[in-house]
T-cell receptor, first 113, second 110 residues
Framework: SQTIHQWPATLVQPVGSPLSLECTVE??????LYWYRQAAGRGLQLLFY??????ISSEVPQNLSASRPQDRQFILSSKKLLLSDSGFYLC????????????FGEGSRLTVL | QKEVEQDPGPLSVPEGAIVSLNCTYS??????FMWYRQYSRKGPELLMY????GNKEDGRFTAQVDKSSKYISLFIRDSQPSDSATYLC??????????FGSGTRLLVRP
């Protein structure tokens, strides 16, 4: 069966510090991968999606970036965090792009102070 | 106007009640409609998905889509305290991107 792992689960970072969140998927090959952000009391905002290695599409202009160095690995990064980057970050994968059946990881809660 | 509107709640009901959760949308190109359940501090999990107008039932859950009114609903029968969570509707447009509602927080009181 397929599983998705995200880490770290929780982190507190100062403004201006770098960020790296990692996501890996097991049990499938060539998945479509997604990074979402969920701010408190708000819906899910799509940040990046990837259809393959080194193929990244950005949905929202921001100081975040994403990379996919391996087929089942998706990394969200920032060189300098802003207060507004605080939120709940979710990685997700989809087995069939046509039906939108996203499977989410457990999430990473980021607090920027 | 947002593409997908969802009442944030919270919605508080007694155990055993029938719960009705709703979303409206503006884009007539949406093809797939989904409901996700999200427990506190966890990632959302897919609960139900439907393609066409009509009803789809799975145990205590029924998803309803009315494309003519651009309205979708999720009904929960015999609600349990374990159903307490945030419920997110989601819709897929022609470019296969998912648009999520902001979620409705449900509390089922024992």
């Amino acid at each position: 069966s397929q599983t998705i792992h995200q880490w770290p689960a929780t982190l507190v970072q100062p403004v201006g510090s770098p960020l790296s969140l990692e996501c890996t998927v097991e049990g499938t090959s060539n998945p479509n991968l997604y990074w979402y952000r969920q701010a408190a009391g708000r819906g899910l905002q799509l940040l990046f999606y990837s259809i393959g290695i080194d193929q990244i599409s950005s949905e929202v202009p921001q100081n975040l970036s994403a990379s996919r160095p391996q087929d089942r690995q998706f990394i969200l990064s920032s060189k300098k965090l802003l207060l507004s980057d605080s939120g709940f970050y979710l990685c997700a994968w989809v087995p069939r792009v046509t039906t939108g059946e996203l499977f989410f990881g457990e999430g990473s809660r980021l607090t920027v102070l | 106007q947002k593409e997908v509107e969802q009442d944030p709640g919270p919605l508080s009901v007694p155990e055993g009640a029938i719960v009705s959760l709703n979303c409206t949308y503006s884009n007539s190109a949406f093809q797939y409609f989904m409901w996700y359940r999200q427990y506190s501090r966890k990632g959302p999990e897919l609960l139900m998905y439907t393609y066409s107008s009509g009803n789809k039932e799975d145990g205590r859950f029924t998803a309803q889509v009315d494309k003519s009114s651009k309205y979708i609903s999720l009904f929960i029968r015999d609600s349990q305290p374990s159903d307490s969570a945030t419920y997110l509707c989601a819709m897929q447009d022609s470019s296969y991107k998912l648009i999520f509602g902001s979620g409705t927080r449900l509390l089922v009181r024992p």
